[in-house]
């Protein structure tokens, strides 16, 4: 099991957490296994950017993000060198300090067609 710090998040962690994670599952199926409810608007289909992560520790031991991926992260709020979406990111090995950005697009919740 690899081991995820989850940094503090206003509405959605907000004493942050350490979990343990299985190797090979998403880092957003993981959070949801672990009771920190993060959006994920397109049902993991890397379609929407509402599960974007920020790796502040480990981001060189995740696999590189395809086309599609870095495509959807062009639109994603508050985007940095170490974003990923956490559907489309695999746990490895390697122990992962992650920040869930405080805000986040998401179209059908904000009422938009």
């Not at 998403?26 to 049902?43: F, G, K, M, V, Y």
């Amino acid at each position: 099991m690899t081991q995820i710090i989850v940094l503090p998040h206003a509405e959605l962690c907000p004493d942050g957490a350490l979990i343990e994670a299985e190797a090979g599952k998403s880092i957003c199926q993981t959070l949801l296994e672990n009771d920190i409810p993060i959006e994920h608007a397109c049902e993991m289909s890397c379609a929407c950017t509402t599960c974007h992560i920020v790796v502040r520790e480990g981001f060189a031991s995740l696999g590189e993000a395809d086309e599609l991926e870095e495509d959807m992260l062009d639109k994603a709020w508050g985007l940095e060198p170490t974003s990923r979406l956490s559907c489309q990111a695999t746990v490895g090995e390697t122990p992962l300090v992650i920040e869930i950005p405080r805000y986040t697009i998401n179209m059908a919740k904000e009422g938009h067609r």
